[in-house]
């Protein structure tokens, strides 16, 4: 059974960091190209940076200069760390596992996490 468990979200003020981390089990992670995704409240889930299992990332323009996002395949882990932080990052960032790439159609699988919440206060 495959799991993604996310871990690292907070309550931070304007300007804080965080680092989430997901944690992978029941697929082959390295083979897997992995993303961060976030959803605020009243709006769309959107892409906040990806990596594919070769190690190329691509942030959304929203977060770049700020967010990394990494990964550990001996850990089976991916990183998201977001510093500076800013109100409207405010939301709840799920992880995500696919195969293959993203741009690559069709999708063997794509799994999702649950979750978790970040809060950025002014």
């Known amino acids: 059974q495959v799991q993604l468990v996310e871990s690292g979200g907070d309550l931070v003020q304007a300007g804080g960091s965080l680092r989430l981390s997901c944690v992978d089990s029941g697929t082959v992670f390295s083979i897997n190209a992995m993303g961060w995704y976030r959803q605020a409240p009243g709006k769309q889930r959107e892409m906040v940076a990806q990596?594919?299992?070769?190690?190329?990332?691509n942030l959304a323009d929203s977060v770049k200069g700020r967010f990394t996002i990494a990964r550990d395949n001996a850990k089976n882990t991916l990183y998201l760390q977001m510093n500076d932080l800013k109100p409207v990052d405010t939301a709840v960032y799920y992880c995500?596992?696919?195969?293959?790439?993203?741009?690559?159609?069709?999708?063997?699988?794509?799994?999702w996490g649950q979750g978790t919440q970040v809060t950025v206060s002014s």
């Open positions: 995500n596992a696919r195969n293959p790439d993203y741009g690559l159609e069709p999708a063997i699988y794509n799994y």
């Open positions: 990596i594919s299992h070769g190690g190329s990332t």
